[in-house]
């Protein structure tokens, strides 16, 4: 079903009484919207996204900053793969990209421009500063 669902080829009556079930068309969007919420909930306590990869927050208890070490890789991979193609290479492999599932990504996927996945990078970049210097520096 959800190959349909995501070629646009499963009928809307169909897609409305899946819906009404609860059917989750993506497990990807699905986790990015979890992650997301915890995301908002995190910086609201903290004042930052900045997790250490250990941090586990929210009432499901997410491993939060897995989840973000997690997007910042995918953004890295992201920008890297979009440069290296608009330097003409050709057979550059969307796998580990933001967007879900790259090009096979169904409808209502997340993703970051270009800009956004190269802040994120930036914000790694921070981090490992950070990491490196200690506390209190």
């Known amino acids: 079903m959800r190959r349909y669902y995501a070629?646009?080829?499963l009928e809307g009556k169909r897609?409305?009484?899946?819906?009404?079930?609860?059917?989750?068309?993506s497990a990807w969007n699905t986790a990015w919207a979890d992650g997301?919420?915890?995301?908002?909930?995190?910086?609201?306590?903290h004042g930052h996204f900045l997790p250490p990869t250990?941090?586990?927050?929210?009432?499901?208890?997410?491993a939060?900053?897995?989840?973000a070490k997690n997007?910042?890789?995918?953004?890295?991979?992201t920008h890297e793969s979009a440069v290296r193609r608009a330097a003409g290479e050709s057979g550059v492999s969307s796998a580990g990209e933001l967007?879900?599932?790259?090009?096979?990504?169904?409808?209502?996927?997340?993703?970051l421009d270009d800009g956004a996945a190269g802040r994120l990078g930036?914000?790694?970049?921070?981090?490992?500063?950070?990491?490196?210097?200690?506390?209190?520096?």
Not at 55 to 60: D, K, S
């Open 36 to 45: 997301l919420a915890v995301a908002k909930d995190y910086v609201a306590v």
């Open 71 to 77: 997007q910042r890789a995918a953004a890295r991979k």
């Open 54 to 62: 250990n941090a586990v927050w929210g009432g499901g208890r997410m």
């Open 99 to 111: 967007g879900g599932r790259g090009a096979r990504a169904g409808p209502g996927s997340r993703s």
């Open 15 to 25: 897609v409305t009484e899946l819906e009404a079930l609860g059917m989750v068309w």
């Open 122 to 137: 930036q914000v790694d970049a921070r981090a490992a500063v950070d990491a490196r210097q200690g506390p209190g520096t």
């Open 64 to 67: 939060i900053g897995v989840w």
């Open 7 to 9: 070629a646009g080829s």
